[in-house]
């Protein structure tokens, strides 16, 4: 089984999370909405990683506000473990990359009507263990 460790940062703007819907064509969870993630795969710190990814996903400044406990999530073939962090931008003027094909910002009783049954186990986990 591999394992890959990320970050997800949760970017928060007056009360609401912003999600990203992957591309179709992406490798893992196409078509998934997600929290802005990135990989463990550089000398750089979790909240170095978490920081630039919400730059270079979704082109917002971001600071971390605190991080929950890792999670683990184990998939078929692949362990994850997941690192999360709640992140506040003061800006909603999302600019998505090339991974991403839509974007939302959305309150938290809004997230289970958007997401299918998995993506919304995930998400809400996560929220939950950042406080949220």
């Excluded at 996903?57 to 994850?80: P, Q």
Aim: charged letters at 25%.
């Amino acid at each position: 089984m591999k394992t890959i460790a990320i970050v997800a940062g949760v970017v928060k703007n007056n009360n609401k999370y912003l999600l990203l819907k992957r591309h179709n064509n992406h490798r893992y969870s196409p078509n998934e909405w997600e929290y802005i993630s990135g990989t463990f795969d550089t000398k750089e710190t979790g909240e170095e990683i978490v920081v630039r990814e919400v730059l270079e996903e979704a082109n917002l400044n971001s600071k971390i506000l605190n991080s929950g406990k890792v999670l683990e999530i184990v998939e078929e073939d692949i362990r994850w473990v997941v690192c999360p962090y709640l992140l506040e931008s003061s800006s909603t003027n999302v600019t998505i990359s090339d991974e991403h094909n839509e974007f939302c910002w959305i309150k938290k009783d809004e997230i289970q009507s958007l997401c299918q049954h998995n993506e919304f186990d995930f998400l809400s986990q996560v929220l939950s263990n950042l406080g949220q």
